[in-house]
């Protein structure tokens, strides 16, 4: 039966499918990779890659083997964890995925503290639209995550933070300006339910549609081209903490008039949150939130 090593090599050429870069990672020349394969294929009694000019591909029986490589590498990193757990200390490696405006604009400085307290903590962070991230979650492939909307979840779900959503630009000062100016309304692609929020509001307010419209993929492109005077957008506070005083914002509200805003909301399952790493996560963000509330 192979060991774990093997098993590592073994998911790393998944990973890749290509000899030369499975032996940087590896730090093994490729001759000594191709030979430890040949071994490892002896040991299984069947040919698991098969090369050619392309690189590798994975043979039928292969398929089998490194799922079944995954599954072992997965419970073995569970256990690690596990172990880590009953240490005094907090160590092992926490995995977070993050919606992408979370990730730009709040998580660094919390990322910041928490390493500086727990430096033996390996961060494995992904960033994401927040339907990715929820399905990280239900793949278990992290601890926690955290996501913008109201998300339907049934394990551990924390509240955040809610921030005020804005029409920003360089000009205009007031919400009827909008309609009398000819330059763009800049809007980024979402998959959350923030675009239809924007449009319900434009439509509650303007009833007509905007004179002239850009879509980008980001919202920091967006932020960006309004911040430069090409046009308005709507963006959430959580963005514009570094506008300066020459952005007009101008906060959006609902038909009650009461502020439209958007949630971020903390979500995993409650034998993440056994996990010290987590605990100690979790308790680190509820620290910097109370701090930021009281500046």
């Known amino acids: 039966m192979s060991s774990l090593s ?3 090599l073994l998911a790393v050429l998944a990973q890749e499918m290509n000899m030369r870069k499975a032996s940087e990672r590896l730090f093994v020349s490729q001759p000594a990779l191709s030979q430890r ?8 009694g069947t040919k698991l890659f098969i090369r ?3 690189g590798l591909s994975l043979t039928p029986a292969g398929e089998l083997v490194i799922e079944f490589v995954n599954d072992v590498l997965k419970k073995e990193e569970k256990v690690r964890e596990t172990l880590y757990s009953l240490q005094s200390g907090v160590s092992g490696t926490l995995r977070i995925a993050v919606a992408s405006i979370v990730g730009q604009n709040w998580l660094p400085e919390v990322l ?3 390493v500086d307290k727990y430096p033996q903590v390996k961060i494995s962070l992904m ?3 927040s339907s990715e991230i929820l399905n990280c979650l239900y793949d278990d492939q992290v601890h926690i995550g955290i996501i913008r909307g109201t998300p339907d979840w049934k394990g551990v779900k924390i509240h955040l933070f809610q921030d005020p959503l804005y029409l920003v630009d360089r000009e205009i000062t007031q919400q009827d300006q909008v309609l009398k100016t000819d330059r763009p309304f ?8 923030y675009y239809q929020e924007i449009q319900d509001w434009w439509m509650r307010n303007f009833k007509t549609s905007p004179k002239r419209s850009v879509v980008v993929d980001q919202i ?4 960006q081209m309004a911040f430069n005077g090409i046009g308005y957008a709507i963006l959430p506070a959580i963005t514009l903490t570094k506008a300066g005083q020459s952005i007009f914002k101008i906060p959006l509200v609902d038909e009650n008039n009461l502020p439209v805003a958007r949630d971020t909301w903390l979500l995993g399952y409650e034998s993440a949150f056994q996990l010290k790493q987590v605990q100690a ?4 963000v509820k620290e910097h939130i109370s701090e930021s509330s009281d500046q």
């Open 6 to 8: 093997e098993f590592q």
């Open 37 to 44: 394969l040949q071994t490892i294929e002896k040991e299984w």
């Open 52 to 54: 050619s000019q392309k």
């Open 112 to 114: 910041k503290k928490y």
């Open 127 to 129: 960033t994401g639209w």
């Open 186 to 193: 800049i809007q980024f692609k979402s998959d959350s339910n």
């Open 220 to 223: 920091e492109t967006c932020k």
């Open 281 to 284: 996560f979790v308790e680190l």
